[in-house]
T-cell receptor
Framework: QQPVQSPQAVILREGEDAVINCSSS?????VHWYRQKHGEAPIFLMILLKGGEQKGHDKISASFNEKKQQSSLYLTASQLSYSGTYFCGTGSNNAGNMLTFGGGTRLMVKP | DTEVTQTPKHLVMGMTNKKSLKCEQH?????MYWYKQKAKKPPELMFV???????INESVPSRFSPECPNSSLLNLHLHALQPEDSALYLC????????????FGPGTRLTVL
């Protein structure tokens, strides 16, 4: 089953923060976050594993709530380059390579 | 080299044509993937190859035929496609381990007339 992402779209001013959520109805072992700009390849942001710690680099971080089967992506002090569509991909314990992607969150950062 | 390349970038074909999409990586990855992405939708997994053997086929119609001639190359042979098969076809590769980063290519935008 496809994970559910929210919000579907968000518009920010440069420097503002955003949170993108990803939730699943089935047990998760991993959550992968990707960003895709129009006409380009999805770019890997980070992976969170069950039992693992919160990941992050620079001003993008993420968390994984195993009990709720949810993950959140935190974008701090957004930059114009953050614009794009963010996808979460979920992997189960017995099919770690088989990613099921959420519907995506379209993020636009304006000057 | 951390790049996955795909050719062609764009392809227009008729429903009776036979064409092939190509994907190449030189990162030493032993898992390779084909995804289909419709406009404003997420990528959908089609096939997974592990050590050049097909390990996952997500119930894809037989008009799509994957091939992995060696560890660096992945092809997708197309025959008798339908207009609804028009989409962006993405190739990806990764280490052959669960729960690892997948590196995506830029995709081939396919239009079936």
């Amino acid at each position: 089953q496809q994970p559910v992402q929210s919000p579907q779209a968000v518009i920010l001013r440069e420097g503002e923060d955003a949170v993108i959520n990803c939730s699943s109805s089935k047990a998760l072992y991993s959550v992968h976050w990707y960003r895709q700009k129009h006409g380009e390849a999805p770019i890997f942001l980070m992976i969170l594993l069950k039992g693992g710690e919160q990941k992050g680099h620079d001003k993008i971080s993420a968390s994984f709530n195993e009990k709720k089967q949810q993950s959140s992506l935190y974008l701090t002090a957004s930059q114009l380059s953050y614009s794009g569509t963010y996808f979460c991909g979920t992997g189960s314990n017995n099919a770690g390579n088989m990613l099921t992607f959420g519907g995506g969150t379209r993020l636009m950062v304006k000057p | 080299d951390t790049e996955v390349t795909q050719t062609p970038k764009h392809l227009v074909m008729g429903m009776t044509n036979k064409k092939s999409l190509k994907c190449e990586q030189h990162m030493g990855h032993r898992a390779m993937y084909w995804y289909k992405q419709k406009a404003k939708k997420p990528p959908e997994l089609m096939f997974v190859y592990s050590y050049e053997k097909l390990s996952i086929n997500e119930s894809v119609p037989s008009r799509f035929s994957p091939e992995c001639p060696n560890s660096s190359l992945l092809n997708l042979h197309l025959h008798a496609l339908q207009p609804e098969d028009s989409a962006l076809y993405l190739c990806a590769s990764s280490q052959d381990s669960p729960h690892v980063e997948q590196f995506f290519g830029p995709g081939t935008r396919l239009t079936v007339l």
